[in-house]
């Protein structure tokens, strides 16, 4: 319960930002139709840019108490052939299809819905929960099946002869890899399953179904690599269940966040707008933030009177000046007097008689009823960056993991 309640509560924090989600019915009549158009590329993602760090923690956490909630199930159940719980880092060997079919069954609902208290603020179909219990199902039964057969192969006298003959490293290395191209082929069914419900609200995301698959894959370079330092005198274990919760809750959450909405938004936009072209330099963009929240900062009194999140979408040129703003939710466009935007935006910058505009650089600003300001780019982190630290972080927590735990090290 205490998971569960640390999750509604992130994610409430995540929803009080008034309303920002784009299936909001609100966000079709709040531009203002004498101001020109802001950039509108990347108003399509299904995760906001500057929303990336803050969602893929949470999913990659979501992801880990997920997994840590199947164990204590399944470890609960009496029956001996359900005790060892077998997730994307541990596969099946032999522990029968009923097994396979349960164990994938819980693994998909517990660690489902936990992504959807995560997820369901971007997604609004709890049919996400459904389809991943589908795609573990499928995943666990047909992994089993597979390696049945392999299994039954292995005992024959041909292959035993020729067993016998390979030295026990290259047959341990062999089996890893027979185990690892099984699971990444078997949780294909994963991602078809999930983006047979995502494709109903995104565009251009086929390439969805191959994601779980590189999570596989990643994870067991991952585990090789630290297997292979032993042999280097290097001791470096890792916790093949935190390695695996953790990367693919990472990769699916990186996918995610490379999402696009199937709907259209911006052509609700009146074609008199003008669209500017983009600042994309992320140092640019930052001290332009910077710029604009102590801009902002200095302008806003000291005395509040908003009840609500004022939300607004800002866009200033290269020299920092305000070229305009559009209220983003309701509280916005009825309090938008309360905020300093109207007063310091200069819409002459965009020179909107000869439709050139400069490049814009296009901010999330949200003025809090507490007084205090934010400012975010819209653009967010390179998704780039946000993989290569929570990459860090799940090596650095499967590591400790595993020097406080090693008894839960995979040694096989």
């Known amino acids: 319960m205490t998971a569960i309640a640390l999750f509604e509560w992130c994610t409430f924090c995540l929803q009080c930002r008034c309303c920002y989600s784009p299936f909001s019915p609100m966000r079709s009549h709040v531009i203002s139709p004498t101001m020109p158009s802001i950039p509108q590329a990347h108003s399509q993602h299904l995760i906001p840019p500057f929303e990336r760090i803050q969602f893929t923690g949470l999913f990659v956490l979501a992801t880990g108490v ?64 459904l389809a991943g219990a589908t795609g573990y199902v499928l995943l666990t039964t047909t992994l089993e099946s597979w390696w049945g057969w392999i299994g039954q192969a292995m005992i024959l006298p041909e292959v035993t002869a020729l067993a016998e003959r390979v030295p026990p490293q290259t047959m341990m290395t062999l089996t890893g890899l027979i185990r690892t191209i099984l699971a990444a082929v078997c949780s294909i069914w994963l991602g078809l399953a999930q983006w047979l419900l995502l494709r109903q609200y995104t565009r251009s995301s086929r390439w969805w179904i191959g994601v779980p698959a590189i999570a596989v894959i990643v994870s067991a370079l991952f585990t090789a690599f630290s297997a292979g330092l032993v042999f280097l005198k290097v001791n470096f274990p890792l916790d093949v269940n935190v390695l695996g919760a953790g990367i693919l809750g990472m990769t699916q959450a990186i996918a995610l966040c490379a999402l696009h909405r199937r709907s259209n938004s911006a052509s609700s936009l009146p074609t008199t707008f003008i669209t500017a072209p983009e600042i994309v330099n992320y140092n640019q963009v930052n001290r332009l933030g910077k710029r604009l929240h102590q801009h902002l900062n200095d302008a806003w009194t000291s005395e509040h009177l908003n009840q609500d999140a004022l939300n607004y979408s800002v866009a200033v040129t290269e020299t920092g000046a305000i070229a305009t703003y559009k209220p983003i939710n309701q509280a916005a466009i009825d309090q938008v007097q309360q905020t300093p935007l109207p007063k310091l935006v200069i819409p002459e910058v965009l020179n909107p008689e000869s439709g050139i505009a400069p490049p814009l650089a296009q901010f999330d600003v949200t003025f809090l009823p507490s007084g205090k300001l934010q400012v975010r780019p819209w ?9 290569a630290g929570m990459l860090i972080v799940i090596l650095a927590v499967s590591a400790l993991t595993a020097y406080l735990n090693p008894s839960l090290i995979d040694v096989n």
Do not use: C, H
């Not at 653009?379 to 993989?387: H, M, R, S």
């Open 379 to 387: 653009n967010g982190v390179p998704l780039l960056w946000i993989t």
């Open 66 to 129: 997920g997994w840590f909630l199947i164990g204590l199930i399944l470890r609960s159940v009496q029956d001996p052939t359900l005790v060892n719980y077998p997730a994307l880092g541990n596969y099946l060997e032999g522990k029968g299809l009923l097994s396979a079919l349960v164990t994938g069954l819980v693994s998909g609902l517990v660690v489902s819905a936990m992504q959807w208290l995560v997820l369901r603020r971007y997604l609004p179909d709890w049919l996400w929960i």
